[in-house]
T-cell receptor, first 112, second 114 residues
Framework: AQKITQTQPGMFVQEKEAVTLDCTYD???????LFWYKQPSSGEMIFLIY??????QNATEGRYSLNFQKARKSANLVISASQLGDSAMYFC?????????FGQGTRLTINP | DSGVTQTPKHLITATGQRVTLRCSPR?????VYWYQQSLDQGLQFLIQ???????AKGNILERFSAQQFPDLHSELNLSSLELGDSALYFC?????????????FGPGTRLTVT
């Protein structure tokens, strides 16, 4: 069964520091994709970044990058130069059997 | 603003009742997904419709049903409501049928069953 694990329930980081949010996955699918979503306190889910398992380069979108290590089955999200507005829940997800499967999330708090 | 709209924003109802949640996808998107987010279960996929047809099914209870209409809006019907159905219900849409395509989430409907 597909499984996504986010081991950090909460993280506290100083503003302007870089932060890494961990995500490991368990899959037997030969081809798969990893997603990261952000959920601010207002509740909406915001797509951040996507990495396909066959992509050669790590995905980047502005201050977000995905540290994809296939052998370790990890897809960590790196946020550079964190800002107060980055405080939110962050969810890692992957596709399994035609459905998006989410991890339990990490609550990130950026301190001024 | 993702372009996906959901109504109502909040809903409070009693156990045993039936409610309907409505979703309008982004203009041009053919797929609609429904998700449930609760404290104990996390964020779970319920069902996907593509161009009016059911495409994929997740952990959707038999008391729940959904449909997608010819104008592509979708409704999620929840019946015989229980306290445990209290959750945030999201609708998302994407251009095509592939789950790997970027999904745009609506603001959610917060359902409280008392």
């Amino acid at each position: 069964a597909q499984k996504i694990t986010q081991t950090q329930p909460g993280m506290f980081v100083q503003e302007k520091e870089a932060v890494t949010l961990d995500c490991t996955y368990d899959t037997s699918d030969p081809s798969y994709g990893l997603f990261w979503y952000k959920q601010p306190s207002s509740g909406e889910m915001i797509f951040l970044i996507y990495q396909g398992s066959y992509d050669q380069q790590n995905a980047t979108e502005g201050r977000y990058s995905l540290n994809f290590q296939k052998a370790r089955k990890s897809a960590n999200l790196v946020i550079s130069a964190s800002q107060l507005g980055d405080s939110a829940m962050y969810f890692c997800a992957t596709v399994h059997s035609q459905k998006l499967v989410f991890g339990q999330g990490t609550r990130l708090t950026i301190n001024p | 603003d993702s372009g996906v709209t959901q109504t109502p924003k909040h809903l409070i109802t009693a156990t045993g009742q039936r409610v309907t949640l409505r979703c309008s996808p982004r203009s041009g998107d053919l797929s609609v997904y429904w998700y449930q987010q609760s404290l104990d279960q996390g964020l779970q996929f319920l069902i996907q419709y593509y161009n009016g047809e059911e495409r994929a099914k997740g952990n959707i209870l038999e008391r729940f049903s959904a449909q997608q209409f010819p104008d592509l809006h979708s409704e999620l019907n929840l019946s015989s409501l229980e306290l445990g159905d209290s959750a945030l219900y999201f609708c998302a849409s994407s251009l095509d049928a592939r789950v790997e395509d970027e999904q745009y989430f609506g603001p959610g409907t917060r359902l409280t069953v008392t």
